[in-house]
């Protein structure tokens, strides 16, 4: 079976948001950077490094005016005609955050970048900002406010803004009390609601703030973030770092294994992926990564034994018996087992359409047409377990 790229999403990548891991030993707090993204006024962007020094305690530099790179135009306008102007202009916060998120210094805590242009995502129509959970990189559009506004009241809804998506970034979801932390449609909302963490979120702050820039937790983050963007080589060097520092983490050596599966270290991946399973006999995650790792062309053979193994220890039988029916299917081109796990799936009360669909499709063999994948793509999913998907050679 051709194999060109196995790529996992981490675990810790897209799971349900943890609470900051505190790394008191580690004491290297790093730097804050502010970076503009086309013309940003200078009062904007002072406004943005006072909003981060104070919420951050950490000395805060500004780098030098990016231009808005093309492809983090929105899709409506990547749509359009080439060689036209999109007659209303906006960037896509997700391509922009992934854009930043790329090559910053070593020593960055966080990172503010900042634009007047229009943000959005394919999910959102407008945003005033954007921000991931464990990840460094925030972007919000400042935008001209259309009515007069005090310097002072400038700041304060500067402030507000960072400090909400600074809250993303230390995992704090959005918030039903009167916190800094409520969702806000517009940016004159934000003038009617607190710019203040409630207790709970003050916390999930305090926590943020502690960390340090060479603590596990920290190294963790960054290597989460670094293999959300495809960024492999700096994915593996942060993990190692976690390992490095953390060595009984079982976790932070799943996550190495798989972001060495990514890079096509195939055997190292192999080595860290068993020690962690060593290290935590009850997780299925080094059994599932190995599993696809030996689906996905390394060795075939052996991908079903780990792909069992990976079941039997899942928490979830409704997600896990979807998932294993789903590598069957797909990568191993056995039917027949694939079939047995759909049918766990649906006898464990799993009525997962595509578990439905697939079944349905397996069972009717005159449609049956399996073609080899060239690229696969898994990915964990907190809600249905592991994902995986295939897209066309390359
Ligand atoms: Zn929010
Ligand atoms: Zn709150």
Request: include cysteine; charged fraction near 25%; aromatic fraction near 6%.
């Amino acid at each position: 079976m051709p194999l060109a790229i196995v790529a996992v999403a981490l675990p810790s990548a897209c799971s349900a948001p943890q609470p900051v891991q505190r790394d008191a030993a580690h004491k290297t707090p790093g730097v804050a950077y502010v970076i503009p993204y086309g013309a940003v006024p200078e009062a904007e962007l002072r406004r943005a490094a006072l909003a981060l020094a104070d919420l951050t305690h950490r000395p805060v530099e500004r780098l030098g005016a990016r231009p808005l790179p093309p492809d983090t135009l929105s899709k409506h306008c990547r749509d359009g005609q080439p060689g036209t102007a999109c007659p209303t202009p906006s960037y896509d916060a997700s391509r922009l955050l992934d854009h930043t998120l790329r090559g910053l210094p070593d020593d960055a805590f966080r990172v503010v970048a900042v634009t007047t242009e229009p943000l959005d995502t394919p999910a959102h129509e407008s945003l005033i900002g954007y921000a991931r959970a464990g990840e460094r990189a925030i972007v919000y559009s400042a935008r001209a406010p259309g009515v007069y506004l005090t310097e002072a009241a400038h700041r304060r809804r500067v402030r507000h803004i960072v400090a909400h998506e600074l809250g993303h970034t230390f995992s704090a979801g959005h918030c039903e009390k009167a916190c800094v932390m409520a969702d806000v449609v517009t940016v004159a909302d934000l003038d009617h609601t607190t710019e203040h963490p409630c207790p709970r979120h003050r916390h999930a702050f305090a926590a943020g703030r502690e960390m340090s820039i060479d603590g596990p937790g920290f190294r963790a983050d960054v290597g989460a973030e670094q293999m959300r963007i495809g960024a492999w080589d700096p994915a593996v060097a942060a993990l190692q770092d976690a390992v490095r520092l953390d060595p009984k983490n079982a976790r932070h050596r799943t996550a190495l294994g798989i972001a060495l599966m990514s890079q096509g270290r195939l055997l190292a991946a192999d080595d860290v992926l068993r020690d962690a399973a060593l290290q935590a006999p009850g997780a299925p995650q080094p059994y599932y990564a190995r599993a696809v790792m030996y689906a996905a062309g390394f060795d075939p053979y052996r991908a079903s034994a780990h792909l069992e193994a990976g079941v039997m220890r899942d928490g979830d039988p409704v997600r896990a018996h979807r998932a294993a029916g789903i590598l069957y299917q797909d990568l191993l081109d056995r039917p027949k087992a694939a079939i047995q796990h759909f049918e766990a799936h649906i006898r464990y009360g799993g009525r997962d359409p595509e578990v439905i669909a697939r079944l349905v499709y397996l069972l009717s063999p005159t449609t049956l047409t399996i073609t080899d994948p060239e690229v696969i793509i898994a990915s964990w999913d907190p809600e249905r377990g592991l994902m995986i998907a295939r897209a066309g050679g390359r």
